[in-house]
């Protein structure tokens, strides 16, 4: 019971220091990126007898939650109207800074035949309501750098996105995505 316990700078400043890297790695855990859908703008319509295509442009809000950056190849998202593949909007290969937003703007083709053969009724109903559901997929790739190291990525995005059909106002939206890390 009388033993002393000797105290060292040497033994503290190793366990600040493995405190320190503890806490390192439990912020390093790479977190899920979030994608947000802020406008979608007619910008033209493309005569694809005997219909009209519409051509628009998707503004995303994309957050990198990480502390590393970002580096994803070009890719094309999938949009989808009652199941079917309805068109799609590119997305260019780029980079984002770690524990930053950036907005994104997104070419995309609307099939107008797809959705006037496929869905006419249920088309023209969405448009009394003013309310049009439309469902968008997309996987990216890409590598996060940390220190000399690249670990590459898959996110997985699911989108669903009510719109009014006549202003293209985006009314209600869920965003959904799943990050896998690779290890080769």
């Known amino acids: 019971m009388g033993k002393t ?5 040497t033994s503290a400043l190793i366990g600040a220091a493995s405190a320190t890297a503890a806490a390192a790695l439990i912020n390093a855990k790479p977190k899920d990126p979030a994608f947000h859908l802020i406008s979608i703008s007619l910008t033209s319509f493309k005569f694809n007898f005997p219909v009209l295509d519409a051509e628009v442009i998707l503004t995303v809000h994309v957050t990198n939650p990480n502390i590393a950056p970002i580096h994803y190849s070009s890719t094309a998202m999938s949009i989808f109207y009652d199941g079917s593949h309805l068109g799609s909007a590119q997305i260019d290969a780029g980079s984002q800074a ?3 937003c950036q907005v ?3 070419p995309a083709r609307l099939d107008g035949l797809e959705l006037l053969t496929q869905h006419a009724g249920r088309f023209l ?4 309501r003013r309310e049009m559901t439309l469902d968008a997929t997309v996987d990216i790739e890409g590598a996060a750098k940390v220190l000399w190291w690249d670990h590459k990525f898959k996110v997985h995005v699911d989108s669903h996105v009510v719109v009014d059909p006549l202003y293209l106002d985006v009314i ?3 965003n959904k995505s799943d990050l896998e890390l690779r290890l080769a």
């Open 5 to 9: 316990v000797k105290w060292s700078w």
């Open 98 to 100: 770690p524990k930053s």
């Open 104 to 106: 994104l703007r997104l």
């Open 125 to 128: 109903a969405d448009i009394r």
């Open 172 to 174: 209600d939206q869920e």
